[in-house]
């Protein structure tokens, strides 16, 4: 899939999902209300301290799900997906390398995998770990670069890029690029990192 097709497939899933992106709003994309309206695959998601590929393992067996693979117990990810049928657990980890803008963004890179890949999973999971999402530019196969593109696309809304750097410029003349990171940053709930990655692809704010 290309850029553009991650793009069109973004703004499909938000009209689906009647949660289209109201700049005038302010406040971070509605995470939560996407993975509860996601009908194919039902998501069941949870939050898990100092997530390893073991505790995934254990809780879905808990869950009366059969798993084959199991892995190296003591693998530490940042998320995990899991489909099985018509549903999906998904995973995320919280621990002190994941604050809250890490966290939103794995949890819209296994979101990604649920819309994207949700008929054609290796052995039915993704496990991520932390190195796999902190690079965009990483070596990383097609999935996964989709993955990421797509939960930039969701959490980073270029309209509301567009029209908070229009405010900057109103009222102050300017909008210097770092400036309109942070301010974006803290409003949408997201990573700096991945903030000035969006807004350098979209050519937002002056560098
Ligand atoms: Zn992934």
Not at 125 to 146: C, I, V, W, Y
Request: proline share 6%.
């Amino acid at each position: 899939m290309t850029p553009s097709d991650i793009r069109t497939a973004v703004a499909e899933l938000r009209r689906q999902l009647r949660l289209q992106v109201d700049p005038a709003k302010p406040g971070p994309v509605p995470l939560d209300a996407f993975f509860a309206e996601l009908n194919y695959p039902r998501l069941i998601h949870h939050t898990v301290p100092d997530l390893t590929r073991g505790k995934v393992i254990d809780h879905l067996r808990g869950e009366g799900v059969r798993v084959l693979e199991a892995g190296d117990a003591a693998e530490r990810l940042a998320g995990f997906i899991f489909k099985a049928g018509r549903a999906a657990w998904v995973y995320v980890s919280s621990d002190r390398d994941n604050p809250i803008g890490r966290q939103r963004f794995t949890a819209g890179h296994e979101f990604a995998h649920a819309v994207l890949h949700r008929d054609d999973m290796p052995e039915q999971f993704f496990a991520d770990t932390h190195q796999m999402l902190s690079n965009p530019d990483a070596e990383l196969g097609p999935k996964e670069r989709e993955a990421n593109l797509f939960a930039v696309e969701l959490l980073i809304p270029e309209e509301v890029c567009r029209a908070r750097e229009e405010e900057l410029r109103r009222e102050h003349g300017c909008c210097p690029r770092g400036v309109l990171v942070y301010r974006l940053a803290a409003e949408l709930l997201v990573s700096r990192e991945s903030t000035r990655y969006r807004l350098n692809e979209l050519k937002v704010g002056d560098e």
